[in-house]
């Protein structure tokens, strides 16, 4: 595993190991953002190596990808509230302001992203190259719709 991807990695388990304290408590809308970047980066890397496998770009194999169905799964949860930090559309960032201003919306294509993740990571227990497709599709629609919407 590449320095960057580590470093961003051990940021991520950090922040998620700490829960609710963790949360909220961006001191400045920078922080929120490098947090929700480090996030996505390691999202599109995870996501990345399970969708060469159900392109058939790489051979199945269920446990990695059911490795990396639960990190996603995981990091599903964790970049929201720094998307809800006032000022955090600004600056170094792709998000839209419209994030901040529907944020009931946005909420709801999150919660989306995180349900989707979350039936791609049960769905990847099964084993199964056939039982993972549809919900790595409806994964990664997910991600469209809200990057559509949210994401300059």
Known sequence: MGGTIRNLLCLVLVMGSLGGVAYGQFAK????IAYRKAVMVLNAQHFGRMGAMVKGEKPFDQKAFSANASLVSTFSR?????????????????MKPEALKEK???EQTAKAFENAAAELNTAAAAGKLESV?????KTAQSCKECHSQFKR
């Open 104 to 106: 009931g919306k946005f």
């Open 133 to 137: 497709k549809d919900p790595f599709g």
């Open 29 to 32: 809308p920078d922080e929120a």
């Open 78 to 94: 964790l970049p929201w509230e720094a998307f809800m930090v006032p000022g955090s559309d600004q600056g170094n960032t792709a």
